[in-house]
């Protein structure tokens, strides 16, 4: 069965540096996404993207926010100056129809 | 507020007991319901979904209710097993959803359920 694959699964930075999460979504999907949760709280929409940019952002998905895809198989999401609040899980997803995630990566800023 | 939530943080049932999760959503143009199922160290999986124009839908061994009128999902496990112990999360498209193409989901907080053997 095909896999949205997401690395690392574990990140640990220091605040203020700036991190790159990375994900290959399934290959025939047209749609992307990033979600975020943090421990113990629910799944949080940050950015959809499709045709090279971006289509919907949630209040999350700040300036110090991007996304990308750099070639035909990667997504990343790139977080300029990590702040101690943007530790949690983050999961790319992807879909044609029905979406499928990631295991995700697990973001601790210190 | 939130637009999706659950009543139960959560749930434990014995295994072969039916389970019965419940969630309310308070956004009556939502048009498309999700239920996922997350394991510890995992991302949601998809286990069962239902268009607003449905009140039932049934996949194998679970089953999905959908009351418009009260505003409120709920996923029916039968026969409970362990494997099926996690976090189960309901999930609304804000607007209408047409069936493909990109849509942003709103999760609810989640409720874990428990199976004791």
């Known amino acids: 069965e095909p896999e949205v694959t997401q690395t690392p699964s574990h990140q640990v930075t220091q605040m203020g540096q700036e991190v790159i999460l990375r994900c290959v979504p399934i290959s025939n999907h047209l749609y992307f996404y990033w979600y975020r949760q943090i421990l113990g709280q629910k799944v949080e929409f940050l950015v959809s993207?499709?045709?090279?940019?971006?289509?919907?952002k949630s209040e999350i998905f700040d300036d110090q926010f991007s996304v990308e895809r750099p070639d035909g198989s990667n997504f990343t999401l790139k977080i300029r100056s990590t702040k101690l609040e943007d530790s949690a899980m983050y999961f790319c997803?992807?879909?044609?129809?029905?979406?499928?995630f990631g295991s995700g990566t697990r973001l601790t800023v210190v | 507020g939130e637009s999706v939530g659950l009543h139960l943080p959560t749930l434990s049932v014995q295994e072969g007991d039916n389970s019965i999760i419940n969630c309310a959503y308070s956004?009556?143009?939502?048009?498309?319901f999700i239920w996922y199922k997350q394991e510890s160290g995992k991302g949601p999986q998809f286990i069962i979904d239902?268009?607003?124009?449905?009140d039932k839908r049934q996949g194998q061994r679970v089953t999905v209710l959908l009351n418009k009128t009260v505003k409120h999902l709920s996923l029916q496990i039968a026969a409970t097993q362990p494997g099926d112990s996690a976090v189960y999360f309901c999930a609304e498209t804000l607007g209408s959803y047409s069936g493909a193409g990109s849509y942003q989901l709103t999760f609810g907080k989640g409720t874990k359920l428990s199976v004791i053997p």
């Open positions: 239902i268009r607003s124009n449905m």
């Open positions: 993207f499709y045709n090279n940019e971006i289509s919907e």
């Open positions: 956004n009556s143009a939502s048009d498309y």
């Open positions: 997803a992807s879909n044609r129809v029905g979406y499928t």
